[in-house]
């Protein structure tokens, strides 16, 4: 069965701080995997994905994501956050390109002034 | 904007009671997921629905039910409510460009079972 997991629950970081939030995934086949942020009261929009190829994946925002196949991780990054990146972010995995996904609990991110 | 709309935005029923849902999409957008989010947790996939076929389902029991419509409407329907039905319903439509395939999410309908 699949599974994703984001150990952190809450995360606090300075604005102008660097960002790593840790996604690991459990998967039989090979991964389509998925950030997305929801702010509150509002649904999911899509940070980035990455099926194939280069493992490192841009996405918007200024956000990028590392595939690492030896760690079954997929860990979403940001050089410099800002306080409007204040949000719940899901990491997800699927077998296609956006259908049928299996999220992780979420991580809450808080930045202080 | 996703282009993705769901109605109503937030809604209260008590145990027992039936509800319905409504998604509303693109043209083009061939395939509608759902997806339940309870307070605090990740969404689930409840089911997906291509060309108004059910084509996958998640861990959910029969009580919860869709459908899909030509004009890129779909319905969650659940009957026989519970407590633990509160959540955020998400729906989800997906649609395939340049050889991708690409899923946007509606705003959800936030659901209170008392």
């Known amino acids: 069965a699949q599974s994703v997991t984001q150990p952190d629950i809450h995360i606090t970081v300075s604005e102008g701080a660097s960002l790593e939030l840790r996604c690991n995934y459990s998967?039989?086949?090979?991964?389509?995997l998925f950030w997305y942020v929801q702010s509150p009261g509002q649904g999911l929009q899509l940070l980035l994905k990455?099926?194939?190829?280069?493992?490192l994946v841009q996405g918007i925002k200024g956000f990028e994501a590392e595939f690492k196949r030896s760690q079954s991780s997929f860990n979403l990054r940001k050089p410099s956050v800002h306080w409007s990146d204040a949000a719940e972010y899901f990491c997800a995995v699927g077998p296609n390109a956006g259908n049928m996904l299996t999220f992780g609990g979420g991580t809450r991110l808080m930045v202080k002034p | 904007e996703t282009g993705v709309t769901q109605s109503p935005t937030h809604l209260i029923k008590t145990r027992g009671q039936q509800v319905t849902l409504r998604c509303s999409s693109q043209s083009g957008h061939n395939t509608v997921s759902w997806y339940q989010q309870a307070l605090g947790q990740g969404p689930q996939f409840i089911f997906q629905?291509?060309?108004?076929?059910?084509?996958g389902r998640g861990n959910f029991p029969p009580r919860f039910s869709g459908l899909q419509f030509p004009n890129y409407s779909s319905e969650l329907n659940v009957n026989a409510l519970e407590l633990d039905d509160s959540a955020l319903y998400l729906c989800?439509?997906?649609?395939?460009?340049?050889?991708?395939?690409?899923?946007?999410f509606g705003p959800g309908t936030r659901l209170l079972v008392l």
């Open positions: 990455y099926f194939s190829g280069d493992t």
């Open positions: 629905y291509y060309r108004e076929e059910e084509n």
């Open positions: 989800a439509s997906s649609f395939w460009q340049s050889g991708q395939e690409t899923q946007y």
């Open positions: 998967y039989g086949a090979t991964p389509y």
